[in-house]
């Protein structure tokens, strides 16, 4: 049976749980608020699907000699780019899926705002989907679905992080010519129980039920984008990412799943047909797809996934460019992260109760760190001298 013994080589995308015959594993949240596979062992028959369904140790990744290609973007619909995060290509792609009669996969909020992967029909609920949502999102029984889905003969585009890509296609052991995956890149998850802190001290600030979450609005442009929260009494939370203390954490790596440190779905060759993000730097290499509004990155790794993208390019600005140009070997999405020296002190403050302001704290290094730092750097200095 499977059985962590290491959190850093769990990433929580479900396929151990979903692949179990029996149904003798289930998905159990940690004092970190990560989910974990929790096996019952006195109804375990030892079939090993469990494990034959685990990414990481089956090693899933994208075949390197596929042909790699890569664009910048945005879609024509202003409307529709302002409503999205970055460019609005996702939400054009799933829109071609589902008037072929497919179905879409990805990542919602439920009524109580924890994130949960759904199934979606109509091009109307792809508003479901739209905007970033920095925290991980409980796939659930998604696997099992978009497997009836295919098997079924209907077209299915499921989109998540890679390691959930991953996880998918090691769940279903076969490839389907109707599946399309979508992969978008990735920092690392932030943990869901630091964000059901976060959210409840806002509520508690501003008097009203949280009923709107928005990562990244554009009220002020793509580039400085702002959190904002808007309650039910019609008041609204709204600060510059760079200020908000549940982005600050995120974008420091306190608070990140463990095995985000040693990620091994980051690399380029991915197991998704397409890799989507933000073409951050676009105004340095090509100013003319850049008017603030949001430009992405397409990365195909796929025919099908290159021939889904051409099937709607009437309805993108789209530009061919070279990998590195768009995303250097060096960027966060591209290798894991490390992890900041207090996250253990974060999550031990998050267990005890602690308010996200005293949390923020654990950011900025102390005195005597500092000092000690400079005495480093110096050291390093006369050394190369």
């Not at 609005?88 to 792609?93: D, I, T």
């Not at 850049?290 to 021939?307: A, L």
Request: aromatic share 8%; charged share 25%; hydrophobic share 35%.
């Amino acid at each position: 049976m499977i059985e962590i013994k290491e959190k850093n080589k769990c990433c929580g995308c479900s396929a151990c749980y979903q692949a179990c015959p029996h149904h003798c594993i289930q998905m159990v949240e940690d004092v970190e608020g990560f989910l974990y596979p929790k096996v019952e062992k006195d109804r375990c028959i030892n079939c090993n699907l469990c494990k034959k369904a685990c990414p990481i140790l089956n090693n899933v990744s994208s075949d390197s000699d596929r042909s790699i290609k890569s664009w910048i973007g945005y879609a024509k619909n202003t409307e529709l780019r302002l409503a999205s995060s970055s460019g609005g290509v996702f939400s054009v792609l799933a829109e071609k899926i589902i008037e072929r009669g497919g179905v879409v996969f990805g990542a919602a909020f439920d009524e109580n705002y924890a994130l949960h992967h759904i199934m979606i029909e109509s091009p109307e609920e792809l508003a479901l989907f739209r905007g970033s949502k920095y925290l991980q999102s409980r796939i659930d029984n998604s696997f099992l679905l978009a497997r009836e889905q295919l098997d079924s003969g209907k077209w299915v585009l499921f989109s998540g992080v890679s390691c959930q890509i991953a996880g998918l296609k090691t769940f279903l052991r076969k490839d389907y010519s109707n599946l399309v995956t979508i992969d978008v890149l990735c920092h690392g998850v932030p943990s869901p129980e630091l964000w059901k802190r976060y959210y409840s001290e806002k509520e508690k600030e501003y008097g009203g039920v949280l009923q709107n979450a928005i990562f990244r609005d554009k009220k002020n442009g793509w580039k400085k984008y702002s959190v904002k929260l808007v309650f039910s009494n019609n008041t609204e939370y709204t600060k510059v990412f760079k200020e908000d203390s549940y982005m600050q954490l995120f974008l420091k790596n306190l608070c990140l799943r463990p095995s985000c440190h040693k990620c091994m779905f980051k690399d380029i060759n991915r197991p998704s047909d397409i890799t989507l993000g933000d073409a951050w730097g676009v105004n340095n290499y090509c100013p003319e797809m850049d008017d603030d509004r949001g430009t992405s990155i397409i990365i195909t790794h796929s025919e099908e996934g290159e021939h889904l993208l051409h099937s709607v390019q009437d309805k993108l600005v789209i530009q061919i460019r070279e990998l590195n140009e768009i995303l250097p070997a060096t960027a966060d999405s591209r290798k894991p992260v490390t992890a900041h020296i207090n996250r253990k002190k974060l999550f031990k403050m998050l267990a005890q109760g602690k308010s996200i302001t005293n949390m923020i704290k654990l950011i900025h290094p102390s005195m005597l760190k500092r000092v000690l730092n400079r005495i480093n750097r110096s050291r390093n200095l006369s050394f190369t001298r």
